[in-house]
Structures are given as structure tokens and as C-alpha cells.
């Protein structure tokens, strides 16, 4: 089995903005066989005997054929041809008996396909080229074929040529051509080879695909609807495959894998797909550490060699931690800036807004040090910090500026300093230049705002210059002990499930769930990886009776909806738990892209358009007519609401 890239661009920790012939020179000297150090076939079965990111000095003298993209070319004298392996400079004959070849590659435009066949000779000495992996050979060409001329592109095909997202997405094909699409596609390839090979021949997981037609499933994200030919009746596109993987463990397949699609009806985020990739994994009699340690086993196997050494196991953090700690349930744990409860400090305060935060249930004092935050912050962003505050939260941030004979203090800042300066500066340990952010208020409030200013102002420091997460650093952490169930944001009083509705609770809290459900805990854990959540899992429910009692009592669920999965768990339905993996986001982050989108092959766009082909697209009614189904076009108010409510509004 061949694991491609298996020392995909040797020593670059984030190949982004790296140059083109180092990228492609580690490309070329790392396509080897995993399993028996074999360099791979990469011209068996096609038109051409090598590709042009492999001759060598080795190959001088030899005979050979190339096919690939024009690049480059200079006074007709030369030109640089490229396939996906590399760079190679052929040279154009200028003898009147080759008149036919020199036209051929003279009037070929820029990115057409060519075919050359010549012979490897060595570069006349001084003209090397060692920035180049075939820096030291040329082509002197023979024969020349155009297979295919370019017409006049919208963008030229290089990586530090800026082109608009939307430009990209309306001519990926183009934009694949480009080396870190390349590379981006290229890795993400070897590092699933490298998991189907860890989880399948290591460990006896059994591949199985999984419907993609399926139906409504209760809470959860909203689905994607597919019409049938029986009148009134939809197939829903599965939000991942976990009804799927739960029954295949009652079949007794034991060991589940899946390369995983999956579709969820939401706005695009920047990490966020309406389909997506998961590494789905489910297997039986296994406990939350088990899952775990798989886990941590499969990432350190996959992971590119290039990078540092994934070091297990992972460190791990309650959720409660977490929120105390970060202000979220995924913590970017590569910088400090941790909140602290400065509620003890303020117990007999003079200060109004402490005194009224401490008097309420769950109030209390939370504040943030930002590390030389005087010289870096500026006026008009503490104003912004304040504002996002009030906006977002209904919450007063206070800015305390250590240096006595600062003027930016508010009078009630400049009073705290004065009566519990000293106590600050011991609890946050702070130095001279640093800028305390303080808030009070409810709890989880208090530290979720805390926690988006503390990212916030990453940003800021990182932008002018100060060192922070360094980008090379991958920071794995595992979160546990979530809440099983959240109050509803419509309706506090009723219920919804923190994870989704087959996660088992934790065995300590099993009291309180028919009492008190809102306190139990759930046997569910998350996979951070600096400060993104790239996978999800939990332990299932495998006893029919308490998950009907969770859906029908608790949530409130339409319990018919799921009558095949509570009837799978009364036939014998072993204790069984899985993770999923979120394939795009993980390959985000090993890769330092920016967007999901770049190491997707073909993406959506935010508005979830594919806007190559234009899809979504309309269909004619008669199209229609067998789906019983026909277009309720909506009002000019009604387009008007609904583009304002978009995710991607200016204004929303």
C-alpha cells in the first residue's frame, strides 16, 4: 500500500509563503513506500517516462519524455516545464532542422500542455541553478507535441500572486495548479493513508461506508432535506454517521472506521463547511481512556515528519477548568493570559458595580493581564475592547493600568489601584507595563467575555510584533466532564443535550439525573488542538430503557423518530463509545492555512455556493412534478429580511 509524502517538504514547519523550489525540491525527495522504502511508480501506465521533478545528475545521457505545463520562458531560448513533482528547465532548439519544434514551444502560451522528448545534459557550468532540485540538468529537446494551448488566464498560476477568494473558488481547477494547493491536497492524502493504516492493519477496524440518504433525526444542526417520489415524504443527509456506527456495534462488527462525508444546513464559517470530512471511529466494550489513547495513537502515527514529534498522552482538562480558566470549552493553551477570581479582593468593596455582581447568584470578579499591554494597546483599541463588551455581553469591562502616573485610568480604576493595587499585582502577577482587563458579573458570563478578549488581544499584541502562540507549536488537549444537558437559550426551563441525545451519562451523577438532570455530567470529551476543537466523541447509551427516559422525558423528543435504534439497544446492545475527527479542520491547522476551504479540493463558499458551477442552481417545474413538490417564491419583504439575517451580512 503506498503512503504518499511520507517526508512531505522536509524541515518547513509551515510551508506557507515558503518558495516555490523548496517546496517542490522536498517533494521530490520524499516520495517513498512506507512499508518497503521504495521510490514510487509515478510514470507506470502514462504517456511520459519521468516526471519533471526527478532527473538528476544520475540521469545524464538519458533519453527521455516529459509532459507537463508551460511556466516559464525566456528569449525562446528556454523554458520551464511542470507537472506535480517539479520544475524542469528545457532548452529550445534554435537549428533550422528543429524550425517545427522551436515553433511549437516559441508560440505555446504560458500554462499550455506540452510533451518533449530529448535528452538529460548538464547545465554549462556557472549556469546551475541550486535553488532548483533539477537545478544541475536540462532537457535538450528533440520532438515536441502541444497537447493543449491555454487560453488567457484570469490569474497567473503563483502563489504570491493575490487573487479575491471568489476568483479562486470560480477557477479552483486553476487554483490547484498552484504549489500550496498542491502540497495542502498532497499531505492531506498521506496522512489519511497513514490512519487507515493505523486504525485497519495495526488495530482491526473494519472500513464501512454508511448511507448518505437517511432520515430527520431530532435536535441536533439542521439537516439537508432530499424529496422523494412518495408524496410528502424527505430523505435528510446525515449530520455524521452515528446512528449508523452505534447499530453496526450491535451487529457485532466490534472495530468501526470511516472516512466520513456529512452535511449540516448552517451559515460558513471560516472552519465551517455545509459538507464536511470526519475520520469516524467507533468501537465496543471500551472506556472514555481507550478512546483516548486510540486517538492519541492514531494522530502521533499519521502525523507528517516534518513537523515536531506529537507527544502522548494529552493533557486534559475538565470543562469547568476550562471555562474557569479560558472563557471556553476550547482553550488555545500555546500563551498564558489565564482569568483569574479576584472575588475574595473585593468582598467589602466601595465600588458599586463589584458590590452589586457579588451580591447576585454565581456573581463574581474576573480580571485578565495583558502582558505589556501599555505599550502595545492603543486609546481606540481599549475603546473597542469596552464597546465589543457592552454590544455583546451587556457587560463593563474596566481597563487598570499599573503605572500610577498613567491618565488613562478611569477615576474608579485609579481608586482600585489605590486600595488593592498591591493584591492585583500579587494575584495576577503582574510587571510595570501590563494592562488589567476587569469584569464582574455572572459566572459564565464573566469568564466567556473574558476569554473572547483574551483571543482579542492576542490579535492586537501579535499584530504589532509581540510573540505569542508560536505557529509551529501544536498543542493538543483534551476536554471532559461536559454538562450532559444545557438550559435552552429560547426557554431556560426545558432542556437540550450539551453533546447529542446517545451520550452516556457519567456513572457518579447517575443519581441526579431523575431529580435533578441539569447537574449530571456526560461521558463526553473533546479533542483541542490549539484553541480549535478538531474531535468529538463520547460513550453511548447502549441501555434501551434510559435512553427512551433521556429522549422522551427529559428532552422531549418525538421518541418514534429513533423506534429502530431503541429496538436495536434491547437486543443485546454491547457497552460501546467512538470519537469523530474533523478531517478539514485538522488539515487546517497542520497545514497553517488560513480557511478550511484551502484543503478542500472543492469547497463552498460562505454563502455555501459552489461557485464554479453555479450550484445551487433552479430546476425546472416540470422537474419537479414527480417530487409532489413546487417553489413557494418568497415576498420582496421577506428577501429583503432574509438577506440581512445572513451570516455574511455587513450588519449582521
Known sequence: MFCWLSRL??????????????????????????????????????????????????????????????????????????????????????????????????????????????????????????????????????????????????????????????????????????????????????MVMKMREYLCNLHGFVDIETPTLFKRTPGGAKEFVIPSREPGKFYSLPQSPQQFKQLLMVGGLDRYFQVARCYRDEGSRPDRQPEFTQIDIEMSFVEQTGIQSLTEGLLQYSWPSDRDPVVVPFPSMTFAEALASYGTDKPDTRFGMKIVDISDMFRNTEVGFLQDALSKPQGTIKAICIPEGEKYLKRKDIESIRKFAADHFNQEVLPIFLKTNNNWNSPVAKFIMEKQGLGLIRLLETQEEDVVLLTAGEHKKACSLLGKLRLECADLLEARGVALRDPALFSFLWVVDFPLFFPKEENPEELETAHHPFTAPHPSDIHHLYTEPQKVRSQHYDLVLNGSEIGGGSIRIHDAELQHYILATVLKEDVKLLSHLLQALDYGAPPHGGIAIGLDRLMCLVTGAPSIRDVIAFPKSFQGHDLMSNAPDSIPPEELKPYHIQVSWPTDSETKKSSLNHPCHPES
Request: proline content about 5%; some cysteine.
Open 9 to 190: 517538504y522536509r524541515g518547513l514547519s509551515r510551508p506557507t509563503r515558503r518558495t516555490t523550489q523548496l517546496i517542490w525540491g522536498s517533494f521530490s525527495r520524499s516520495l517513498v513506500l512506507s512499508s518497503q522504502r521504495r521510490i514510487p511508480e509515478l510514470s507506470s501506465f502514462v504517456a511520459r517516462t519521468n516526471t519533471c521533478g526527478e532527473l538528476r545528475s544520475s540521469h545524464l545521457g538519458q533519453e527521455v519524455t516529459l509532459c507537463g505545463w508551460i511556466q516559464y520562458r525566456r528569449q525562446n531560448i528556454f523554458l520551464v516545464l511542470r507537472d506535480f513533482h517539479g520544475l524542469v528547465q528545457v532548452i529550445i532548439p534554435q537549428d533550422e532542422s528543429a524550425a517545427s519544434v522551436k515553433k511549437i514551444l516559441c508560440e505555446a502560451p504560458m500554462e499550455s500542455v506540452v510533451q518533449v522528448s530529448g535528452t538529460v545534459i548538464s547545465r554549462p557550468p556557472g549556469q546551475e541553478n541550486p535553488k532548483m532540485p533539477t537545478g544541475e540538468i536540462e532537457i535538450k529537446v528533440k520532438t515536441a507535441k502541444l497537447l493543449n494551448s491555454c487560453k488567457k488566464l484570469p490569474f497567473e498560476i503563483k502563489d504570491f500572486v493575490k487573487k479575491t477568494e471568489a476568483l479562486r473558488l470560480r477557477y479552483r481547477y486553476l487554483d490547484l495548479r498552484g504549489v500550496q494547493m498542491q502540497y495542502n491536497l498532497r499531505l492531506r492524502s498521506q
